[in-house]
C-alpha cells in the first residue's frame, strides 16, 4: 500500500469516528484469532467438573460452561475458527464471483442472460436454507462450510460486477483500450476490474459478517463444527440449555462476540468504500 494511501486512509478514519472504531474492532479480533494461542488463559477444551457453571470471576473472566471449561478460553479459539470460515469464503466467493459477472457484464449477448438467469435462481432460495442443505449433502467438515458459505454469497458479487461492468464497458477509456489492441480478458482484468473493486468494497465487508452468522448458524443447528471444538455458535446452543437456570454467561458471552464482529465489519464497509475509491482522493 503506498504512502498517499495510507494517509488518505488516515484521513477518511479521522474525519469518521464510527469507521475508526469498526476498523480497530476488526483489527482487535483478527488479533485475537492469530493469537489465541498466547492469550487465552486456559485450555479451551479441558474439562474439569468440579468448575462447571461457576459465574465469571477472577479465575474465570467469563465463567464456566457445563463442562467447567473457560468460557473465555473458548471464546477466543472460536475467533480464530470463525474468522478464518468467514474470510475464507468471502475471497473465494470475491474472486469467481467478480472475474465471472465482470466477463459477463463485458461480453453481455447470450452468456449475460443465462448468467444473469442462473443467479436469480440461486438467489430466489432462501441462501440460509440453501447453505444447509449443502453442508448436509457434502458433510460437516469445514472445507464444506467454506464452500457452502461462498456459494451462498456467490450471486451477490456475479450481479454486481456484471451491472458495475456492463455501465463501464462503452466508456470512452474502455474504447481505446480496445482500439489499442488490448486482449478481451486483459482488458476486464486490468481496466475494468480495478475499477468496480471501490464499488465492491461494501459488498466484501457486509459479507464477511455474513458469513461469520452463517457459520454459527450451521453449528448452532447443529450442521457446522462439530464439538468439542470451541466456536460461537456452539456455543450459544450448548447455553441454551441452562438459560432457564440462571446461567446467563453461557449464552451472553458467545452471542455477544458474535454481534459486535458482525457490527465492526458491517460499519466498516463505508470506510472501506471512501479509502478504495480514486475519486474521494482530493
Do not use: K
Not at 447453505?131 to 450471486?155: C, E
Not at 458479487?157 to 456484471?162: D, E, G, Q, S
Amino acid at each position: 500500500m503506498s504512502a498517499s494511501t495510507l494517509r488518505h486512509a488516515g484521513y477518511v478514519l479521522r474525519g469518521n469516528p464510527v469507521t475508526a472504531l469498526a476498523a480497530a474492532g476488526a483489527l482487535a479480533l483478527l488479533l485475537v484469532a492469530v493469537f489465541a494461542d498466547w492469550l487465552a488463559p486456559h485450555d479451551p477444551v479441558a474439562s474439569n467438573v468440579a468448575n462447571a457453571l461457576r459465574p465469571p470471576s477472577a479465575a474465570h473472566w467469563a465463567g464456566t460452561d457445563q463442562l467447567g471449561r473457560d468460557i473465555l478460553s473458548r471464546l477466543i479459539h472460536a475467533a480464530r475458527i470463525d474468522l478464518a470460515i468467514a474470510f475464507a469464503a468471502v475471497s473465494l466467493s470475491f474472486l469467481l464471483g467478480a472475474v465471472v459477472g465482470a466477463v459477463c457484464g463485458y461480453l453481455g449477448g447470450m452468456t449475460d442472460r443465462v448468467v444473469g438467469r442462473v443467479v436469480d435462481v440461486l438467489m430466489a432460495f432462501p441462501l440460509f436454507v440453501l447453505a444447509m442443505a449443502l453442508v448436509a449433502a457434502l458433510g460437516n467438515h469445514v472445507q464444506n462450510i467454506v464452500i457452502a458459505t461462498a456459494f451462498i454469497n456467490l450471486p451477490f458479487y456475479i450481479r454486481f460486477a456484471r451491472a458495475e461492468v456492463n455501465v463501464r464497458r462503452n466508456l470512452g477509456w474502455v474504447e481505446a483500450a480496445r482500439a489499442s489492441g488490448e486482449p478481451h480478458l486483459s482488458l476486464v482484468l486490468r481496466f475494468l476490474l480495478p475499477n468496480v473493486l471501490p464499488a465492491m468494497a461494501v459488498q466484501i465487508s457486509l459479507n464477511l459478517g455474513w458469513a461469520i452468522l452463517n457459520a454459527a448458524g450451521l453449528s448452532f443447528i447443529g450442521l457446522g463444527i462439530t464439538p468439542p471444538t470451541p466456536e460461537w455458535g456452539i456455543m450459544v446452543a450448548e447455553g441454551a440449555r441452562f438459560i432457564t437456570a440462571g446461567h446467563w454467561w453461557l449464552v451472553a458471552f458467545p452471542g455477544l462476540a458474535l454481534m459486535l464482529s458482525v457490527l465492526c465489519f458491517n460499519l466498516l464497509g463505508d470506510g472501506l468504500r471512501d479509502i478504495l475509491d480514486p475519486r474521494m482522493r482530493t
